[in-house]
């Protein structure tokens, strides 16, 4: 912003809308920890007893292992960039960033479970009893405990309130006044990157419960057919949590606008003020918090900080940029 007088730049602030959660990123550490000790002791044993059971859930742990490094990697990289000058708006979005990726992930190894459980379908194979319900209560038993240590952070974080703000009002004829505002709460907040690791490590569990099921109906009662049939349920289930993943995360990415009416709402306040809108934007910086940018023109000679005041009791909107042109009135 300039001063109308000396021309040289009078205020500067930094928006940061980043939700660091570090209980969060400390907890999907441990779970890292937990998931490749249990994926190197499967490979090594699955190696060493000639057990393909054991192999194949060593190296299904390993893509979940991935999706906590991008979970890891996304946390990482907001907390230690969350006042970097690249960022207009702080590093809100990179966690959002990480749970899209990871819900891409989570997709793909839903796809991989139907086409998997639809061809032992059409071409049944051996089944070794024992050793797959072993397998499957191991990953029931390291997934619980990871379901655990991310169920009470997998849908909120906590942020610290601030605010501040600034108005500059000009004095010359038809000029322009601005006002920036922008305020954090202390509040819970959402946090999709976690959302992602939870539901991985849900997946899993899901997956391992269902096959445990299966394969005593199939040692039992000869019910074979019930263990590829379990591995479409679950594929069905995980497709759908990534599928609401990526719907939660995606407009936060594109930058959707908030819904119509709550835009409708804000500009018949600021008419009913005598403000004519004739640009108005409300969108997403981060998982939780909304900028929003209008331009009005005003013939009462009202400066851009009582428009402000007038939309204030609207919560959603965390900063916002408001210019008011001021007008002549209609002869």
């Keep these: 912003m300039l001063d109308s007088e000396t021309g040289k730049s009078n205020c500067m602030h930094k928006q940061n809308f980043s939700s660091l959660n570090s209980a969060g990123e400390r907890n999907t550490a441990y779970v890292l920890l937990l998931t490749v ?43 230690k960039n969350a006042n970097s000058d690249k960022f207009s708006y702080g590093t809100g979005k990179v966690t959002v960033l990480g749970g899209y990726t990871s819900a891409i992930a989570l997709g793909l190894v839903a796809l991989i479970m139907l086409v998997e459980s639809a ?37 909120h974080s906590h942020g610290h309130s601030h605010s501040h703000g600034h108005a500059h009002n000009h004095s010359h004829d038809h000029a322009h006044s601005h006002s920036h505002s922008h305020t954090h709460e202390h509040a819970h907040s959402h946090d999709h990157n976690l959302r992602a690791a939870y539901f991985h490590v849900l997946a899993d569990a899901l997956t391992s419960l269902l096959a445990i099921i299966a394969l005593l109906m199939g040692k039992y009662y000869g019910l074979n057919w019930l263990d590829p049939l379990m591995g479409i349920v679950g594929g069905i289930i995980i497709s759908r949590w990534a599928w609401g993943l990526l719907k939660q995360t995606g407009p936060v990415l594109l930058d959707a606008s908030i819904e119509q009416e709550y835009i409708e709402q804000i500009v018949t306040v600021l008419e009913d003020e005598g403000a004519k809108v004739a640009d108005a934007h409300i969108w997403k910086v981060s998982a939780d918090h909304f900028a929003a940018s209008f331009v009005v ?5 009202q400066n851009a900080g009582y428009y402000k005041a007038k ?9 916002v940029t408001l210019e008011v042109n001021q007008q002549p009135e209609a002869q």
Excluded: C
Aim: hydrophobic residues 50%; charged residues 10%.
């Design 311 to 319: 939309i204030a009791h609207f919560e959603r909107l965390s900063h």
């Design 37 to 79: 000790v249990t994926m190197v002791a499967e490979i090594v044993a699955g190696t060493i007893y000639g057990s393909m059971a054991l192999l194949a859930d060593g190296w299904h742990m390993g893509t979940h292992a991935a999706a906590f490094l991008i979970t890891l990697f996304a946390y990482r990289y907001a907390r």
């Design 297 to 301: 023109g005003s013939t009462t000679g």
């Design 119 to 155: 061809t032992r379908i059409l071409n049944p194979q051996e089944i070794f009893f024992n050793q797959a319900i072993l397998v499957a209560f191991i990953g029931l038993t390291v997934n619980v405990v990871s379901v655990f240590l991310l169920k009470d952070h997998h849908g």
